[in-house]
C-alpha cells in the first residue's frame, strides 16, 4: 500500500480508479503510462495526468548540459504535455522509441488532441 496517495496534475479531470489504472501501466524509461493516463515520479507520491485533460503535445529533440555551459551534452527528447489550456509538464526520455510509445498511447485515446513531433536531430 503506498504511503502517498496518487494526485493528478489536472484540476479539472481525475480518474475513477487511478490505483487499478496505475497497476495496469506500461513501463517507459522512468515514467508508465495507461490507456488512460501518464504517470510520473513526484514528492511526496507519484502524479498522473489524465489524456482527457490534454490540450496540445509536443515532441522534440534537445539535450541537457552535463557540466554547465560549456560542457559535453547529452541528447534527450522532450516530451511536452500541455493540459488544462493554460499549463504545461515536461518529460524527458533519452530515446526516441520510448517517447513514441507514449505519442501512441496517447493518440489511441485521444484522437483530437494536436500532437507535433519535431525530429530535427539535435545539433542540427
Sequence with gaps: ???FEIKS???KFE???VKEDRRTAKR???FRFSDKAVYFP???GDQYLPYTALTHVLSKNTAISVKGTCGKQLPMVRLRLSYDGEFYK???FEAQKNV???LEAIAAA???VTIVRDITPFGA
Excluded: G, N, T
Aim: glycine residues 0%; hydrophobic residues 40%.
Design 42 to 44: 513526484a514528492f511526496p
Design 15 to 17: 480518474l475513477e480508479d
Design 90 to 92: 515536461d518529460l524527458m
Design 28 to 30: 517507459a524509461e522512468q
Design 1 to 3: 500500500m503506498p504511503l
Design 100 to 102: 513514441d510509445k507514449v
Design 9 to 11: 496534475l489536472s484540476q
Design 110 to 112: 485521444r484522437p483530437d
